[in-house]
Every structure is written in structure tokens, then in C-alpha cells.
């Protein structure tokens, strides 16, 4: 029979790779938590028009890379990312009223149409936090500290912080136009994508990943050139706060972001090597419109979303994967006897949350052995019926054999373990 393959671009993830994305995920709930962040799961599914209206039309995520399909007479989709379904939810039940704030985090799998690669799935997962109501330079100080921290308890080293501003919504046109002039002079020189983005949206040409683009890019017009003074103020207070916190950062003039809603602060944190082209792990920026974009209340906002894969990728590239741990004990039944014995042991230590194995094949004792070699376990104790009638065996550690005799008692046994180092 034909075998079935899971769809392109998506990835079957097994325990042993998972050992270090719950450890990012951890990183990430404890820092996040410790910033003052609380959970927020939104659906999957999305109508279209959220994305379309939140993200941009021109971006490449809602021209080219949706998984979008009719439901009834409307169009939902796949999330590309959980920005705007964010908003959505917060709009939707009312938690932006006049002078509040909300802060929030979130993890989970987001998807996009993209050729596969390292680095590149259809379905990835990001774990990002939104701020709402907060106009403050020190809120967006506040989250890039938040990435530097969750970085820093990661152990991910050989990133950088780049920071830029595009300024606000007025200040924006101005800048496009000096842009298109600037690019306008050299459109034979663009690709194909970028000559259809100089009339469509101009900004998108200085995101291109096409090397034609880039090198262009490198001398296009700098937003920071057409600040009007408070967005000046407000990128100044920016740099000027990371500095006080001691974040290292390089002000990346050309950083735009691919996705439209973004006001004021943009950065990006990249890996100074290898993964390529897909170096960016972490990225995000102020979004100061998008709220009423999606039909609540003008309210400020920053926010950032990383890539889970690319930071698993980073750890496994710098040997500092988890490890996969093998169980605390293997009991090994010596006979019938023993074999219940070591059940209920089992069942009585599992109950307390301690990790045991035992055989259900039936194998003989130098089986079980092996199998508990394999395993990786920390202590054996081997139960049969002349240990079950004098009410104790030898719990052996298998790094250095050293042997302790304990009561065949559930709590005896676990005293035993806990106090061996
Ligand atoms: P890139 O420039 O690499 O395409 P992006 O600008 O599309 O990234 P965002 O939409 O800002 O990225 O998403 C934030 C983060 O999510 C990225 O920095 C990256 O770590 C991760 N990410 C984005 N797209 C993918 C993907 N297709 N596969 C894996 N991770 C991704
Ligand atoms: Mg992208």
C-alpha cells in the first residue's frame, strides 16, 4: 500500500528533540511570567479578513502564503501569526476600554505557505507577548529586556539586538515617497517582486530577501531621517533606555519588518551564525493602530513573537540540547513473585510522580538488566521471592554500583533514592 507522508513543510516532533522545546517553552513562561505577563489561547482558525486587514494586503504573508479555504460564505484561515488574532480577541471581549492595559503571552503552532527549508516550515510555532495601552518607550525597553532575559536563561548566545523606527503613521508617507524616488531611479535593478512593491507598498522592498534588493536597500533613505520630533523623542527614550538597562543593541537603519501594522519601534534579534539565511530568531516592534484597525479603541501597543524551531536549532548548534533523562528506578522481577512486587512498588512510586520502568515482556533477569542499562536508569533493585520474604533487596545506583539494602515499602524507597545523591 502507498505510505502516507505527513503535508510538506510540516514536522513530526519526537520526545527527544521535545526535551529542549519544553525547555524554551519554560524560559519563556517563567520570564514572561516574571515580567507580568498573563496566558492567552486564541483559536487556530481565523476569519481571512482579520489577516487581510491586520497584517497588510501587500505583505508576502497574505498574498502568497495563507492556507485559506470558504466556510460557509466566508473565508477562514490558518493563522500566520498571532498578532491580530490578539487584538481580535481583546477588541472582541471588551478588555481595551478607555485607560486600560493588557499584557499577555503566548505559545503555539502558526502556519504559512512557504518553500521549506531550514529554518522554514509550513508549520512552525512561535511563543511572542502583545502589550496593550501602553504608549511609553519604556514598555517597548521593557520587552526587548523580557527577550534579552528569556535569551539569557536560555543560554542562547551569538545573537544581536537590532532596534530602528519607522516613525508613526503621518511621517510615514513622506518617507515612502522618498523611498519610491530612490528606488524608482534604480527599478531595473530590483526583482521582479520589488518593481510590483514600488507601487503597491514601497517599505516591503527594504524586507526583500533577494540579494539584488539588499544591495539597494544598503543605500535607500533612512527613516531616521524623517522622524518629526516626538517620534525622534520616543526612539531616542528607546535606545537611551537599553542603554540604562545594559541590553547591547545596534541601531539597523534599514530594518522594516513584514508586516504592515508596525508604528515607531521595530527590531529584530538575529543569530550571528548558523542558520543561514533564517537567522532571525526573535522580531517585533510597536503597532500603535492596529487596535483600532480592528475596530476598538485607538490604543497603543508593542510586541514581539520568536521562532521555537529556530531557537531549538540555535541550542542543538551550540550542544546545549536537553538531554533525554531515563527513569529514576528499574525494577527487575526475578520470578512471579517478584514480578508482582515490582508492579506494585512501581504503582505506588509512579503515584508519587517518580519516573520507574518495569519489564512486560517476560524477559529473563539479564534481559531486564540490559534493559536497564539502555534505559538509563539511575537505581535497580531486582525482586524475587527470597527478597519478597525477607522484606528487602538491594537498590544498586548504576553510576558507581554502590548497593543500599531498603524495605520493600514504598516510602522506604523513596527516602533511599532522594537521599542518594
Ligand atoms: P523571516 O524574515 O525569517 O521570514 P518573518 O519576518 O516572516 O521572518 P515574523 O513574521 O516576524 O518573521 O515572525 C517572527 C519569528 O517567527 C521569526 O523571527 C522566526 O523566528 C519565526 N518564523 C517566521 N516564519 C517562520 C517559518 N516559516 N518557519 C519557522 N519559523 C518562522
Ligand atoms: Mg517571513
Request: glycine share 10%.
Amino acid at each position: 500500500m502507498e505510505t502516507l507522508r505527513a503535508v510538506k513543510g510540516m514536522n513530526d516532533l519526537f520526545e527527544d528533540e521535545l526535551a529542549t522545546w519544553r525547555r524554551v517553552e519554560e524560559a519563556a513562561r517563567r520570564t514572561c511570567s516574571a515580567f507580568g505577563y498573563g496566558e492567552i489561547r486564541t483559536p487556530i482558525l481565523e476569519e481571512t479578513a482579520l489577516f487581510v486587514r491586520g497584517v497588510g494586503e501587500e505583505t508576502d504573508i497574505v498574498t502568497k502564503e495563507m492556507y485559506a479555504f470558504a466556510d460557509g460564505d466566508k473565508s477562514v484561515c490558518l493563522r500566520p501569526e498571532n498578532t491580530a488574532g490578539v487584538v481580535r480577541a481583546m477588541v472582541e471581549h471588551g478588555k481595551l476600554p478607555a485607560d486600560a492595559d493588557e499584557r499577555v503571552f503566548y505559545v503555539g503552532p502558526m502556519f504559512r505557505r512557504e518553500r521549506p527549508q531550514k529554518g522554514r516550515y509550513r508549520q512552525f510555532h512561535q511563543l511572542g507577548a502583545e502589550a496593550l495601552g501602553f504608549s511609553s518607550a519604556s514598555v517597548d525597553v521593557e520587552m526587548m529586556a523580557m527577550i534579552a532575559a528569556f535569551l539569557d536563561a536560555l543560554g542562547v548566545t551569538g545573537v544581536k539586538l537590532l532596534v530602528n523606527t519607522l516613525g508613526d503613521a503621518a511621517e510615514r508617507g513622506p518617507y515612502a515617497d522618498a523611498l519610491r524616488a530612490y528606488f524608482g531611479q534604480h527599478e531595473a535593478e530590483l526583482s521582479e517582486d520589488s518593481k510590483r512593491r514600488l507601487t503597491t507598498n514601497v517599505l516591503r522592498i527594504l524586507d526583500s530577501k533577494d540579494p539584488k534588493d539588499r544591495a539597494l536597500a544598503q543605500g535607500a533613505p533612512r527613516t531616521l531621517d524623517h522622524l518629526g520630533d516626538a517620534s525622534r523623542a520616543h526612539f531616542d527614550a528607546v535606545t537611551n533606555g537599553l542603554a540604562r538597562l545594559g541590553i547591547p543593541f545596534v541601531v539597523e537603519p534599514t530594518l522594516v519588518r513584514g508586516l504592515d501594522y508596525y508604528t515607531r519601534t521595530v527590531f529584530e534579534v538575529v543569530a550571528e551564525a548558523g542558520l543561514g539565511a533564517q537567522n532571525t530568531v526573535a522580531a517585533g516592534g510597536r503597532y500603535d493602530g492596529l487596535v483600532q484597525t480592528l475596530g476598538g479603541r485607538p490604543t497603543p501597543a508593542v510586541g514581539f513573537a520568536a521562532g521555537i524551531e529556530r531557537l531549538v536549532l540555535l541550542l542543538q548548534d551550540a550542544g546545549k540540547a536537553a538531554n533525554a533523562t531515563g527513569p529514576e528506578l528499574y525494577l527487575i522481577g526475578a520470578d512471579d513473585d517478584g514480578r508482582a512486587s515490582a508492579e506494585r512498588l512501581a504503582y505506588g512510586l509512579r503515584r508519587r510522580g517518580v519516573r520507574v520502568e518495569i519489564d512486560h515482556r517476560g524477559r529473563s533477569v539479564k534481559a531486564q538488566m540490559r534493559g536497564a542499562d539502555r534505559s538509563a536508569a539511575r537505581f535497580t533493585m531486582v525482586l524475587g521471592s527470597r527478597e519478597i520474604a525477607g522484606g528487602a533487596a538491594d537498590l544498586k545506583r548504576m553510576a558507581g554500583g554502590d548497593v543500599s539494602r531498603v524495605a520493600l515499602d514504598v516510602d522506604a524507597l523513596d527516602v533511599a533514592m532522594k537521599g542518594i545523591a
